[in-house]
């Protein structure tokens, strides 16, 4: 498993890396708004049918749109793709932003429908 990180730190490092400006985080109010067109906006955390684990989060973040790259060939300058912070970024940055962000991912319930016997 990975060290904790510190969630308070995590959410400073948010604002401070400047995710804001593309994310909104599902339940957190007191962010800054981000600057770029609102239906561009990625929100982070809220409902999800997968659940989101800390290395899914770390990939997000260290590997960004691998798969987007990786077919596009690079990235063009209408792309509002993740930036690259892996030269900037300190570890415990990396772990304090996991440490904010996977609490923000509620996970829903699986459907057990077809067990269900009233
Ligand atoms: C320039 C806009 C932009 C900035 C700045 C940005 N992101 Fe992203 N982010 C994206 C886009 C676009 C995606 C979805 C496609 C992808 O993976 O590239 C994404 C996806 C993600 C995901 C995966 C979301 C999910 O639920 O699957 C995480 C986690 C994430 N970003 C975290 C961060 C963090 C942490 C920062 C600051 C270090 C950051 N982002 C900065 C644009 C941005």
């Known amino acids: ?15 401070e890396l400047g995710c804001t400006e593309c994310h909104h985080v599902s339940g957190i109010g007191d962010l800054p708004r ?4 609102a239906n561009k906006v990625i929100v982070l955390g809220g409902e999800v049918r997968t659940t989101k684990t800390y290395g899914d989060l770390i990939t997000a973040i260290i590997h960004p749109s ?3 790259t ?11 793709g ?9 570890v415990q940055q990396m772990l304090d932003l996991v440490t904010f962000l996977s609490p923000q ?3 829903l319930e699986p459907l057990y429908e ?4 009233p």
């Open 1 to 15: 498993m990975f060290p904790e990180g510190d969630i308070v730190r995590g959410k400073e490092t948010f604002v």
């Open 34 to 37: 981000y600057e770029i067109e």
């Open 66 to 68: 691998e798969s987007v």
């Open 70 to 80: 990786a077919i596009a060939g690079g990235r063009t300058d209408a792309d509002p």
């Open 82 to 90: 993740m930036p690259d912070v892996n030269d900037t970024m300190t």
């Open 105 to 107: 991912y509620v996970k």
């Open 114 to 117: 077809e067990y269900y016997m």
